[in-house]
């Protein structure tokens, strides 16, 4: 079984300080984690993911995230925040060994970042 | 340019009315999905698909049928909606190629009255 944790519902950050949104997850294999952005009445839109290799991934719009093996995370950061930053954000695992590409999503965490 | 579409984007419609939301995807994916999600909420997996002819309900208990007669193409219909099928529906396709990363759709948000 898999399983995704994103302990916050929401993140408040001002405008050009640094933003994290955290994601813990849970999978009896290998994981291969995804971050997604979705804005209003809009689908998902992937970010970054990571697979293997270097444990920090870069991605869309100067996002990046940092696999951590023995705590078992995946947070996403951006250094400094932009307005339109401003949305809700998934993380996603998927088993390696998981040849039917299913994923468990996170809840989701909307990020707020004020002017 | 290969993309995945989904319409209508907005659908109302009154109770008891047979509807079919379209899914169709030009990458030529084997894998598709769809998922319902209340707005700003987690998404729930209702139906997927392996390829041609072969599809499986998801974790999330659905009235909704499915099928997956061509590669691109995977609706979903609800044979008599009712207001609590009031929803978002997301579809997405993958393949291995790209490590099953999930290509979405815009969405179908539908109103049942």
């Known amino acids: 079984a898999q399983s995704v944790a994103q302990p916050e519902d929401q993140v408040n950050v001002a405008e050009g300080n640094p933003l994290t949104v955290k994601c813990t997850y849970s999978?009896?294999?290998?994981?291969?984690l995804f971050w997604y952005v979705q804005y209003p009445n809009r689908g998902l839109q992937f970010l970054l993911k990571?697979?293997?290799?270097?444990?920090l991934v870069k991605g869309s719009y100067g996002f990046e995230a940092e696999f951590n093996k023995s705590q078992t995370s995946f947070h996403l950061k951006k250094p400094s925040a932009l307005v339109s930053d401003s949305a809700l954000y998934f993380c996603?695992?998927?088993?390696?060994?998981?040849?039917?590409?299913?994923?468990?999503f996170g809840a989701g965490t909307q990020v707020v970042v004020t002017p | 340019e290969a993309d995945i579409y989904q319409t209508p984007r907005y659908l109302v419609i009154g109770t008891g009315k047979k509807i079919t939301l379209e899914c169709s995807q030009t990458?030529?994916?084997?894998?598709m999905y769809w998922y319902q999600q209340d707005p700003g909420m987690e998404l729930h997996l209702i139906h997927y698909?392996?390829?041609?002819?072969?599809?499986e309900k998801g974790d999330l208990s659905s009235e909704s049928t499915v099928s997956r007669i061509r590669t691109e193409h995977f609706p979903l219909t609800l044979e008599s909606a009712r207001p609590s099928h009031t929803s978002q529906y997301l579809c997405?396709?993958?393949?291995?190629?790209?490590?099953?990363?999930?290509?979405f759709g815009p969405g179908t948000r539908l109103t049942v009255t």
């Open positions: 990571y697979i293997t290799g270097d444990n």
């Open positions: 999978v009896s294999g290998n994981p291969y």
């Open positions: 990458m030529g994916h084997d894998k």
């Open positions: 997405a396709s993958s393949d291995r190629i790209n490590s099953y990363e999930q290509y």
């Open positions: 996603a695992v998927r088993d390696s060994g998981d040849s039917w590409g299913k994923f468990q």
């Open positions: 698909s392996y390829g041609v002819n072969s599809t």
